[in-house]
């Protein structure tokens, strides 16, 4: 059967090598043989605008490119906090289709929701006040119109002065509210809900109202192994990909 795969929190950069290059091998290896690949968000460290031409992103864009044009494979993207400045231009560059902050697809047959997961930890409240802030259109217009130099520099300041934005280690990331989860959960009429961002990679239960809800949290990538979720007939499945030997 067709396969749907998962991916999320690669945080893709200059200063990463090794999981560029583990992603690359992803792309040309694993995934052609997928029907559908989601990446659930925060694939790019940082994403300063669909101008960026520095390596890392043109190598990405063609890897993309390669993978819908060549081998099919149809892939769809959805932000994450650090790359939410993907755009139109991007998505028209290599091929990908953008989905919206919630999205409910069949995944091997059950409705799932996914999301990027950032949405959930309501508890961080300072968090959820600076999301706001710089998806805000007249923040958006502002960076944007800047030179690509000027924006690197203050992506780069960002990063420095937020504890979450230079750390992959899941204490520094708040966790989900219950509750949030819940809500969205029953809003959106589901049983299933695959997000990332929290760095906490696990399947949790949740009690609803009517029978049990599911949510699988995926895995950050790292250079020496990566993990993703694959969907066949069977279900939902963990997966792992390692470097092939130099
Ligand atoms: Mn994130």
């Not at 989905?99 to 961080?124: I, N, S, W």
């Not at 899941?170 to 819940?182: G, L, P, Q």
Request: hydrophobic content about 40%.
């Amino acid at each position: 059967m067709a396969e749907q795969l998962f991916i999320a929190d690669l945080h893709l950069s200059a200063e990463r090598p090794d999981t560029l290059a583990l992603f690359l091998e992803f792309i040309t290896r694993r995934a052609p043989q997928a029907e559908a690949l989601y990446i659930l968000g925060d694939l790019f460290d940082a994403w300063i605008g669909d101008d960026d031409d520095s390596p890392t992103a043109t190598q990405v864009r063609d890897a993309l490119r390669r993978l819908i044009d060549s081998d099919g494979t149809t892939v769809y993207f959805q932000h994450g906090n650090r790359d939410f400045l993907i755009g139109d231009t991007f998505a028209a560059d290599t091929g990908v289709q953008l989905l919206g902050e919630t999205e409910v697809v069949d995944v091997d047959g059950t409705p799932t929701l996914l999301m990027h997961g950032d949405l959930l930890c309501t508890d961080d409240v300072e968090y959820q006040q600076a999301r706001l802030m710089l998806r805000s259109p007249a923040f958006v217009e502002d960076f944007l119109s800047r030179p690509l130099a000027e924006r690197a520099a203050l992506a780069a300041d960002y990063r420095r002065k937020s504890g979450e934005a230079t750390s992959l280690k899941a204490e520094d990331i708040m966790d989900v509210n219950e509750r949030t989860v819940t809500d969205y959960l029953r809003h959106h009429d589901v049983a299933r809900l695959i997000h990332g961002h929290t760095h906490r990679p696990d399947t949790h239960s949740h009690p609803m109202r009517q029978g049990t809800a599911e949510r699988w949290v995926l895995a950050e990538w790292h250079g020496n192994q990566a993990e993703f979720l694959c969907a066949t007939d069977r279900g939902l499945e963990r997966e792992v990909i390692r470097p092939t030997a130099a």
